[in-house]
C-alpha cells in the first residue's frame, strides 16, 4: 500500500468514485431528501459536537451585547441602558490605546512567529535526526516543561535572570559578557517572554507533527535512502511535504491570535522599567476592571479585540484556501 | 545542538526539583544552581498532610477519565464526519464550529445557564460544557482529511461498507497517533483546569486537584505589590517563606502523573506502528 | 503559544468580559459536614463564605467556630476561599448567587456595594437585632461615619483593632554595621548618603568581601502605585503628609487634595534617591525583584548581614530573627540639616489598620434573615473578637479574669507568633471589636511592631488627622465617579510608574519633569484631584 502526500482537494470528486455512488452528494443534486438518505449517518456522528456548541457556547451568546450597553445589575443582563459604541470610543480615546496596541501586536506576532516554528525544528529534528532511544528522551525532556505553572515559571526567571545573582547572568559574566540586566531593561523584555514561552511549549506543541510524522510509510524513506538521499534531503522531500497540512492549519488557527496575549504571564513579569512594553490590552483590561466592576467596558474591549482576530483568521483562511486548497471551511 | 537543547530545556526542569528540597531563601537568591542546599522535605510534608489534595487527586482523576472519555467520543465522529469532502454542510458547520472559538457571550451569561441546568455545584459541570474543543476538532478532521488514504475508503465503499463501518473499522484503527495526541490534550486540558472549579463550583468536596494546588501556589502572589494588606501586619513573610518552600514541590506532585503517562503514548507517534497495524 | 492560541484567545475573551483574568482557586475543608452534624449549632443552617489567608488552616477546626454557632443558635456551612477571590467575586455578585454572608477584610468593597444596588441588605434597619454592633457605634462613633454608605445605609460593616500602630512601615538602619564603622545614626539625607557610602565601600558586614553589602533595599513597587515599605516615606522628610504608603498618589495637605506624583517634593526625593542609585548605594535589583527576593536578600546568610537601611512591619520580619538584634528602628530624616523637627510627617495607616473595612456583609435574599443576623452579631461579641483575630482561647488566648486577656506564644512552641495567629484563626480577616476597656498583653509580633513605631511618632503627630490625612475609609464615591476616578488612574499610573523606575536608575528627572506632569495632567489628573477635593469637603463638612 502506499501513502502519498493527500492534500485536500475540495472541489474534484475522489477518483474512481462513480457519480451516482450513493455515498457522494452530487453538486446537480436537487433533493434534500436525497442528501439525507446517503449522508444521515454522518450527521449522527456529527449531531452531539452540534449540540454540546450549540447549548453551551451559542446559549450565552446574548451577553455580547453588554458591549453596548450600561452594566445595570437591577435591570439585567440584558436590561441595561443602550449606549452603542461609547465604550469603544472611551477605549479608541485612551492615551494608553496606541501603547496597547503596538505592545500587543509585538508581544504576540514574535509569539506567533518564533512560536510557529519552533514545534516543526524540533519535531524534525526528534523524529529524523536522532536514534531511537534518544528521541523517546528528548521528546520527553521538551515536553515537561509544559506542566510548569506560569506563576512559577515567572518566579524561575527571576532567579535565573537577576542581575547579581542569576545563574545565567553569572554564566555570561564568566564568558565576558557583562551588564546586562534581561529584568529590567525594556528591551530585553520581548525577547526574554518570547524565549521562555518556546521552551516552555514547543516540545508540547511538537506533538502534533509528531503524529503527523508517524502517518508517513517507512517505504518511502527506504525507497529514498536506495536513492541515496542524505537525512536532509529527506526531511526537505518526505517530512516536510508530510507537515504541510497541518502546519497551514495551525497557521490560519495561529493567525487568529495575533491580538490574544496571555495574561498572567504578562502580568507576573510587568515592573517599573519594562511597563512601557508590557502593558498590553490583556492587562489593561485587568487592572481597568479589577477596581470598577466595568463588565461593559470589558466587554467592550474584549469585542474589540476578538473582531481583530477573527478577521485575521478569515483573511488567512481565505488566502490558504486559494494558495494550498487547504482551509478551516 | 541537540545535547545543547536537552540541557537548556532540562536545566529548568532539574532546577524545579532541587528547589523543591532546598532552603527557600537559598534558592530565592540564587545560590542553588546545581546542587540542592540546605536539604530538607519540608514542602513535601506539607503537601502529603494536605487531606484537600488527596481529595482534589481523586476528583480530578475522575473528571479527567470521565471526561477524556466523553471528548473522544464526541469529536472523533464528528471529525470524520466534518472530513469528508462530500459532505456539503461541512463548511458552513465548520464556520459554526469555529465561531466559537472568537466569540463567547462571557462568564455571567455562562454562569446564568449553567444555573438553569443544574451544574453549579454539579460534578458533571468539569465534563459536559467542555465536551468538545473546536480547536481538538479541527486538528482531527485535518488528519482525517490528510492521513486517510482516500483508497481505502473507495475500497470499502465497494465492499458495500457503511459510513459508520468504514469509521469503526478503518479509519479509527488507522488513526491511533491523532486519538493518542486529541486524548492527550483533552486530558492535559482537564488536568490543568482550576477555572470551572473556580467560577462554577463552591462545595469543597468537589473541587479539583489544581484548584488546591493553586492556593498553594500563589499565596505570596498579594505581596508581590508590596503593599499586600495583610502583609503589612505580618502575613507577609510567613507567606512568603512557607509558599516559596511549597511551590516547587507542588509543581512536582501534581504533574508526576502526567509525565508517567506520556511514555505509554509515545509508542503511537513512532514510525511504522501505523501502517503495521493495517497490515495485521 | 503556538498550537493554543485560540484557545487562549477565547479564554482571554471570557475574562475580559469579566474583567479580572487570572489566578485561582479556593478551598478548605469543611463543607457539608462541619455544620448540622457537629450538634453545635441549631437548625437553622446557614451559608457562609470566607475570604481567608492561603494558609490558614480549615474553619472546622477552630474551636471558636462552633461557639460562635452555639451564640448564634445556627449550623455554619463554610465556603472558604483564599485565592483568585476577584474572579470568582465578580462573576458571581453579577449572577446574583451569594451566600448569605460574606466575611473577610474588604471582600466586598465600596464599588462592589454601589455597582450591585440590591444584593446586599441594609444594616441600618436592623440594628436592634445587632446590639454589639449597635454598642460598638456608641463607644466609637467615627465608625458608624465609616461604615455607612449613601443615605445612612449601612450594607457592610468594619471593625476594631486597637492595638495597631499608626504605620506600618517602620524604618531599620543595620546598627551593627554602624559600630563597625565607628559611624552614627544618620539624621539627614546627606549624612544618609555618606553612612550608605561608608556600607558600600568598607566591609560594614565583616564578611571579608567589601562587595556583598546592599547599603540600601525596599519593598517592590508594582505598576499599580506605591504601598508599605517604599521610600515614598522620604516625602515625609519635606513634610508630605501620606497614608496608606502613597498608593495612587492622592494625599490631603492642611485641607486640600493633591497628588505627590507632580510635586516638587517628590521630584526631590527620586533625585535623591538617582543621586544613591548612581553611586551603587541601592540594590541594583530594587526595580525588579519580586517579594521572594525581596525578603530573602534581607535575610542574609546566617549571622551574616546583607541590606544596611530598609523598611519594613518589623525587624523580625523584614530580616529573620536571627539578624533582627542587628537592627535599629530609626526616626525618620530631616531632608537638611537644621531644619525644624515639627515640619516631618510620615505615613499614617492606622485607620486601615485598625479600623478594618468592609468585614462583614449580607445577602438581601437571604431564606434565614434571622440567623444571619445573630451571626453577625456573635461575632462581635467580646470573647469572640478575641479569638477571631489571635485564636482560640486555651490554646493561643488565657483568659485571666473576666476583662484581662493574654495573647499565649505559638503552642507549637516553634513558629513565630504572626505565622501562628494566620494558621490557626482568620486573624486579620474576620470581624472583631477588641473592647478599649479590656486589658490584653499582646503578642511579641505586635508589641515589637508598636515599639518600632515610637521613633516615627513625633512625625506622625505632625500630622492633623484630619487637616493631613487622606480619609479613604470615610469615603464613598458614586459608581459613576469610582470609575472614572479608577480609569484615569490606570493611565496616569501607566505613566507615572514607568517614570519612577526610569529616573531612579537612569536618571533624568530634571530635563522630563515639565513634558511628564503634561502628561500625567492629560491623563486627567486633575480631573481626579476635583472629585476627590468634591467628597473630602463633604467629609469634613460631615464632621462638624
Given at each position: ?10 472541489e ?37 459536537a ?16 453588554l ?77 515537561l ?23 545565567l547572568?553569572?554564566?555570561l ?96 513579569m ?60 | ?78 471529525a ?9 454542510p ?49 486538528i ?125 503514548l ?15 | ?5 485560540v ?25 457539608d ?26 474553619m ?73 454592633v ?8 467615627e465608625?458608624?461615619?465609616m ?69 540600601m ?19 515625609g ?8 504608603g ?127 443576623l ?5 461575632f ?10 489571635w ?100 493611565d ?10 526610569v529616573w ?5 528627572i ?18 481626579n ?13 460631615a464632621?462638624?
Amino acid at each position: 500500500m502506499t501513502v502519498v502526500d493527500r492534500r485536500p482537494n475540495a472541489e474534484a470528486p475522489p477518483p474512481g468514485l462513480p457519480e451516482e455512488s450513493p455515498l457522494k452528494l452530487s453538486t446537480k443534486s436537487t433533493s434534500l431528501s436525497r442528501h439525507f438518505r446517503t449522508k444521515w449517518q454522518l450527521w449522527v456522528m456529527v449531531a452531539p459536537a452540534i449540540g454540546f456548541i450549540g447549548l453551551f457556547m451559542y446559549g450565552p451568546m446574548y451577553g455580547i451585547q453588554l458591549a453596548f450597553r450600561e452594566f445595570d445589575f437591577a435591570a439585567g443582563l440584558a436590561g441595561g441602558e443602550w449606549v452603542g459604541f461609547k465604550y469603544f470610543r472611551q477605549f479608541f480615546d485612551s492615551p494608553q490605546f496606541w501603547t496597547l496596541m503596538r505592545n500587543t501586536v509585538v508581544i504576540s506576532v514574535s509569539t506567533l512567529i518564533v512560536g510557529f516554528i519552533a514545534p516543526i525544528v524540533l519535531a524534525l529534528i526528534i523524529n529524523q535526526i536522532l536514534g531511537r532511544r534518544k528521541r523517546r528522551f528528548m521528546q520527553t525532556a521538551t515536553y515537561l516543561p509544559h506542566f510548569i505553572s506560569v506563576v512559577v515559571v515567572v518566579g524561575m526567571l527571576q532567579v535565573f535572570l537577576s542581575p547579581s545573582s542569576g545563574v545565567l547572568t553569572r554564566f555570561l559574566r564568566f564568558i565576558g559578557i557583562d551588564g546586562v540586566n534581561f529584568l529590567g531593561d525594556a528591551s530585553a523584555f520581548v525577547p526574554v517572554y518570547v524565549i521562555s514561552e518556546v521552551w516552555q511549549h514547543a516540545g508540547w506543541n511538537s506533538i502534533i507533527y509528531l503524529a503527523a510524522l508517524a502517518a508517513v510509510s517507512p517505504q518511502l524513506y527506504e525507497a529514498a535512502r536506495i536513492d541515496g538521499a542524505g537525512k536532509l534531503q529527506i526531511v526537505r522531500h518526505i517530512d516536510l511535504p508530510a507537515l504541510v497540512p497541518t502546519m497551514i492549519i495551525l497557521f490560519i488557527l495561529n493567525m487568529g491570535g495575533v491580538l490574544a496575549t496571555g495574561f498572567e504571564k504578562i502580568f507576573l513579569m510587568q515592573n517599573p522599567l519594562n511597563l512601557g512594553v508590557s502593558e498590553v490590552i490583556a492587562t489593561y483590561v485587568y487592572k481597568i476592571g479589577i477596581v470598577g466592576n466595568q463588565f461593559s467596558y470589558g466587554t467592550a474591549i474584549g469585542l474589540f479585540n476578538t473582531l481583530i482576530n477573527f478577521t485575521f483568521l478569515v483573511i488567512t483562511n481565505e488566502i490558504a484556501k486559494r494558495v494550498s486548497n487547504t482551509s478551516l471551511w | 545542538m541537540s545535547g545543547l537543547i536537552v540541557f537548556a530545556v532540562l536545566y529548568p526542569v532539574y532546577f524545579v526539583v532541587i528547589a523543591s528540597i532546598s532552603n527557600p531563601t537559598l534558592v530565592a537568591t540564587g545560590q542553588v544552581a546545581f546542587i540542592p542546599q540546605d536539604i530538607n522535605f519540608f514542602g513535601y510534608q506539607q503537601i502529603l498532610e494536605d487531606s484537600r489534595i488527596w481529595r482534589g487527586y481523586r476528583n480530578t482523576l475522575v473528571y479527567a477519565t470521565v471526561g477524556t472519555a466523553l471528548n473522544l467520543f464526541v469529536t472523533m465522529p464528528a471529525a470524520f464526519a466534518l472530513s469528508r469532502r462530500e459532505f456539503a454542510p461541512r463548511k458552513l458547520l465548520m464556520f459554526f464550529f469555529a465561531f466559537t472559538m472568537f466569540f463567547s457571550g462571557g462568564l455571567i451569561p455562562t454562569y446564568l445557564l449553567y444555573r438553569d441546568l443544574g451544574l453549579i455545584d454539579n460534578w458533571l459541570v468539569f465534563i459536559l460544557p467542555g465536551a468538545v474543543n473546536v480547536y481538538n476538532l479541527i486538528i482531527a478532521r485535518a488528519f482525517f482529511e490528510n492521513s486517510l488514504p482516500e483508497e481505502l475508503f473507495e475500497a470499502s465503499v465497494i465492499d458495500g461498507a457503511s459510513y459508520f463501518q468504514f469509521f469503526v473499522r478503518i479509519a479509527l484503527p488507522l488513526s491511533m497517533a491523532i486519538i493518542s495526541v486529541i486524548g492527550l490534550y483533552y486530558l492535559v486540558q482537564h488536568w490543568n483546569d482550576f477555572f470551572t472549579g473556580l467560577i462554577f463550583v463552591r462545595n469543597n468536596e468537589i473541587q479539583p486537584l489544581q484548584i488546591v494546588l493553586r492556593d498553594i501556589l500563589i499565596s505570596n502572589q498579594a505581596f508581590a505589590g508590596g503593599a499586600g494588606g495583610s502583609g503589612g501586619s505580618g502575613g507577609g513573610s510567613y507567606a512568603q517563606q512557607f509558599a516559596d518552600q511549597i511551590k516547587y514541590g507542588v509543581i512536582v506532585v501534581s504533574t508526576l502523573p502526567v509525565i508517567v503517562l506520556y511514555p505509554f503514548l509515545q509508542r503511537f507517534f513512532e514510525k511504522g506502528v501505523l501502517i503495521g497495524a493495517v497490515k495485521g | 503559544m503556538t498550537g493554543k492560541p485560540v484557545r487562549r484567545a477565547q479564554s482571554y475573551v471570557a475574562a475580559a468580559a469579566v474583567l479580572a483574568l487570572g489566578l485561582a482557586a479556593c478551598s478548605g475543608n469543611g463543607g457539608d459536614d462541619s455544620g448540622g452534624g457537629s450538634g453545635s449549632g441549631g437548625d437553622d443552617v446557614l451559608n457562609v463564605l470566607v475570604l481567608k489567608h492561603a494558609l490558614t488552616g480549615p474553619m472546622e477546626g477552630m474551636q471558636w467556630v462552633s461557639e460562635l454557632e452555639e451564640q448564634a443558635d445556627v449550623s455554619i456551612r463554610w465556603e472558604e476561599i483564599s485565592a483568585d477571590w476577584d474572579q470568582a467575586k465578580s462573576t458571581m455578585l453579577a449572577a446574583g448567587d451569594i451566600p448569605d454572608l460574606i466575611v473577610g477584610t474588604n471582600a466586598i468593597t465600596d464599588s462592589d456595594l454601589s455597582t450591585f444596588t440590591g444584593l446586599f441588605e441594609d444594616l441600618s434597619q436592623h440594628m436592634e437585632s445587632l446590639p454589639n454592633v449597635r454598642a460598638m457605634f456608641d463607644e466609637i462613633p467615627e465608625m458608624e461615619v465609616m461604615a455607612q454608605h449613601s443615605e445612612g445605609a449601612i450594607y457592610a460593616l468594619p471593625g476594631y483593632k486597637r492595638f495597631w500602630p499608626e504605620t506600618v512601615t517602620h524604618q531599620y538602619i543595620n546598627q551593627e554595621w554602624l559600630d563597625n564603622l565607628g559611624l552614627e545614626v544618620p539624621t539627614t539625607w546627606d549624612e544618609l548618603f555618606d553612612v550608605l557610602v561608608a556600607f558600600k565601600e568598607e566591609d560594614a558586614n565583616g564578611s571579608g568581601d567589601p562587595h556583598d553589602e546592599i547599603p540600601m533595599d525596599w519593598a517592590p513597587t508594582g505598576s499599580g502605585g506605591f504601598g508599605y515599605f517604599q521610600p515614598t516615606v522620604l516625602m515625609g522628610s519635606l513634610g508630605l503628609p501620606l497614608t496608606g504608603g502613597g498608593g495612587p498618589g492622592y494625599f490631603v495637605e492642611d485641607g486640600e487634595v493633591k497628588s505627590f506624583l507632580v510635586d516638587e517634593r517628590y521630584r526631590e526625593v527620586v533625585a535623591f534617591l538617582h543621586r544613591c542609585y548612581a553611586e551603587g548605594l541601592i540594590s541594583e535589583e530594587v526595580m525588579t525583584q519580586d517579594y521572594s527576593a525581596y525578603q530573602s536578600v534581607g535575610r542574609g546568610s546566617g549571622d551574616t548581614a546583607r541590606v544596611g537601611l530598609s523598611w519594613g512591619w518589623t525587624a523580625s520580619d523584614r530580616f529573620g530573627s536571627q539578624l533582627a538584634p542587628q537592627y535599629t528602628a530609626m526616626a525618620p530624616l530631616l531632608a537638611e540639616e537644621g531644619q525644624d523637627e515639627s515640619d516631618l510627617t510620615w505615613t499614617y495607616d492606622s485607620y486601615g489598620e485598625n479600623f478594618p473595612q468592609n468585614q462583614i456583609v449580607m445577602s438581601a435574599q437571604s431564606g434565614n434573615a434571622e440567623a444571619a443576623l445573630r451571626v453577625i452579631n456573635a461575632f462581635y461579641d467580646q470573647d469572640i473578637s478575641l479569638q477571631v483575630l489571635w485564636g482560640d482561647m486555651g490554646t493561643n488566648i488565657e483568659q485571666i479574669d473576666e476583662n484581662t486577656y493574654e495573647v499565649l506564644p505559638p503552642a507549637d512552641g516553634e513558629t513565630d507568633p504572626s505565622s501562628w495567629k494566620w494558621t490557626t484563626t482568620l486573624a486579620d480577616n474576620g470581624p472583631t471589636w477588641i473592647r478599649d476597656d479590656i486589658d490584653v498583653e499582646i503578642p511579641v509580633d505586635l508589641s515589637e511592631a508598636v515599639e518600632e513605631a515610637e521613633p516615627l511618632e513625633g512625625a506622625l503627630a505632625n500630622m492633623d488627622l484630619v487637616a493631613d490625612v487622606f480619609p479613604w475609609q470615610f469615603i464613598t464615591l458614586t459608581p459613576e465617579d469610582q470609575t472614572a476616578v479608577a480609569n484615569r488612574d490606570v493611565d496616569i499610573l501607566g505613566v507615572a510608574m514607568t517614570n519612577w523606575g526610569v529616573w531612579i536608575t537612569g536618571g533624568g528627572i530634571e530635563e522630563d519633569w515639565d513634558s511628564y506632569i503634561q502628561q500625567v495632567e492629560n491623563s486627567g489628573l486633575n480631573e481626579n484631584i476635583e472629585i476627590y477635593q468634591r467628597y473630602y469637603d463633604e467629609y469634613v463638612a460631615a464632621l462638624d
